[in-house]
């Protein structure tokens, strides 16, 4: 049997119980779209149960209504871990709870303690640095990429979550120099606890700066063993595709591909699909264009649209799907296009599975309320694949992941 689990990235659903500590009571993604697009176009979405779970954290996303009868188990995930970026979010989906939130760097100048910024000018050779403040990427290489190109200073950046941001111009250092210099710093920001490190090249002319699809992640250690560690030591191979790979620094994953980009992401998937591999295999998938692309650059129309096609996708992603096999949607934390500022949100996320061969049945009979944690995705599919679950969180009842 295979588990392909696809994570919308940022796709949030209404703001949690605790979104005041973080300043983002209001926000809700998935609702934000609909209200600014008059109406969402997410057919196969809506009949898994979509509308359905925006009904359970209180509000309904216009254009997608609650089903009286779902195609999926649906429920909404309260993330217990402090915090709303990428790995934590991806951290928690995989069954490992976070007890402290990764340090932020202050957003006013200078973001970045002395000693990490003459640490990494020591060891990269670099004549020094611009920005070290907390910027959108695409702003700041707006303002700064013409000082960059003439000085040879990288343009290093952060942002409401914990990362340190390196961008440079493609013409100015070589993709290898600007991951070595990654590199460097993600040694040096290990001391501070730094959830990731992230490249940001950038090409184009002055006032015409756009970034390139080779933007890539080195994320801190892991903590311990994640769903993708339990499932592989106990004979279930494992494939990541897209962020997968370096939001869990490939441990626990037999095969990783570093998809850039929804489409190609989308592809991938479809090539797995179509050659079963005659063992049981998880797949995890990460879409991140939700969240890089539109989320951050609060374009709500783009973001609809982005999610309109991953559910176009769904019909021919089931078409190969065999009996025993299952497909399950989430997301990993918010990014309301329509709230204020650039960053993340502190939302619930939507969980919908749904079984190969599955009927329509009673929504009443497919709710499972709102969970509170989504390690419950990670337990939940080591049950699938018929394991004792190890790690953080509770399975669906087993009534749920009976044959309908």
């Not at 898994?48 to 009286?68: F, H, Q, R, V």
């Not at 020591?122 to 000082?147: C, D, F, M, Q």
């Not at 065999?322 to 918010?334: K, P, Q, V």
Request: net charge negative; hydrophobic share 40%; proline share 5%.
């Amino acid at each position: 049997m295979r588990v392909f689990m696809i994570v919308i990235d940022s796709f949030g659903i209404g703001s949690l119980p605790d979104a005041d500590i973080y300043g983002d009571v209001g926000a809700n993604t998935a609702v934000g779209i609909g209200r600014a697009v008059g109406g969402v176009q997410w057919p196969n979405l809506q009949a898994m149960g979509l509308g359905n779970i925006a009904c359970l954290t209180g509000k309904s996303i216009p254009g997608c209504m609650p089903e009286d009868e779902t195609t999926a188990v649906f429920t909404a995930l309260c993330e217990k871990s402090p915090g709303k970026d990428t790995t934590t979010g991806h951290w928690e989906i995989a069954g490992m709870l976070l007890k402290k939130a990764f340090p932020v760097f202050p957003l006013d100048y200078p973001s970045f303690p002395n000693d990490l910024v003459d640490a990494f000018i020591a060891e990269t050779g670099v004549p020094g640095i611009l920005g070290n403040i907390g910027a959108s990427g695409t702003e700041i290489i707006k303002r700064l990429g013409a000082r960059h190109i003439e000085m040879r200073k990288p343009i290093c950046y952060t942002s409401a979550d914990s990362v340190f941001q390196i961008a440079t111009h493609v013409d100015v250092f070589s993709l290898e120099e600007l991951y070595a210099m990654c590199e460097c710093a993600r040694r040096l920001c290990d001391d501070y606890n730094v959830g990731r490190v992230i490249a940001r090249p950038f090409e184009g002319t002055v006032g015409n700066f756009r970034r390139t699809s080779d933007r890539h992640d080195w994320s801190i250690d892991l903590p311990g063993k994640s769903l993708l560690d339990f499932l592989r030591e106990r004979g279930v191979q494992t494939v990541g595709i897209g962020k997968i790979g370096s939001i869990f620094n490939e441990q626990g994953i037999d095969i990783s591909y570093h998809e850039r980009g929804n489409e190609a992401c989308i592809a991938r998937i479809f090539e797995v699909a179509a050659k079963p591999s005659g063992r049981d295999t998880f797949i995890f998938v990460n879409l991140v264009d939700t969240d890089m692309i539109y989320g951050h650059r609060r374009d709500p129309k783009g973001y609809h649209d982005a999610v309109a096609r991953i559910d176009s996708i769904i019909p021919r992603l089931e078409a190969y799907l065999e009996w025993g096999d299952f497909l399950l949607i989430t997301a990993d934390h918010g990014c309301d296009p329509t709230f204020r500022g650039t960053d993340h949100t502190r939302e619930y996320v939507p969980a919908l599975l749904r079984g190969a061969g599955w009927k329509p049945r009673a929504a009443a009979l497919n709710e499972l309320g709102i969970r509170d944690t989504l390690a419950d995705l990670s337990a939940t599919t080591q049950r699938l694949f018929g394991l004792e679950p190890l790690g953080a969180g509770e399975p669906f009842p087993e009534s749920m992941l009976n044959r309908q």
